[in-house]
Nanobody, 118 residues
């Protein structure tokens, strides 16, 4: 059974940092691209970062502030978020797959809340 479990969310002030983790099980982690997506209140879920092989992709809204990386030995993908802004407030999900479209991901975690407020 494929499982993705996120952790690391919380509340932070603007300009602060958080590091999200997603631990995977039930499949050969190193063989799959992994992504982070987020869903803000009242908005559609959007993919913000992808790691696929040696390549990474970032949405324009997070480019230069967020970094996605993985540790295949630990079956874990991370999202380092720096210089957080109010508009980064959302539930963050990790997902298996690549591509900017949600349909290109077949498994999702339960999500972790990130709240940026002063």
């Amino acid at each position: 059974e494929v499982q993705l479990v996120e952790s690391g969310g919380g509340a932070v002030q603007p300009g602060g940092s958080l590091k999200l983790s997603c631990t995977a099980s039930g499949f050969t982690f190193s063989s799959f691209a992994m992504s982070w997506a987020r869903q803000a209140p009242g908005k559609e879920r959007e993919v913000v970062a992808i790691t696929s092989g040696s390549s990474t992709y970032y949405a324009d809204s997070v480019k230069g502030r967020f970094t996605i990386f993985r540790d295949n030995a630990k079956n874990t993908v991370y999202l380092q978020m720096n210089n957080l802004k109010l508009e980064d407030t959302a539930v963050y999900y990790c997902a298996r797959g690549s591509g900017a479209r949600l349909i290109e991901h077949d498994y999702w975690g339960q999500g972790t809340q990130v709240t940026v407020s002063s």
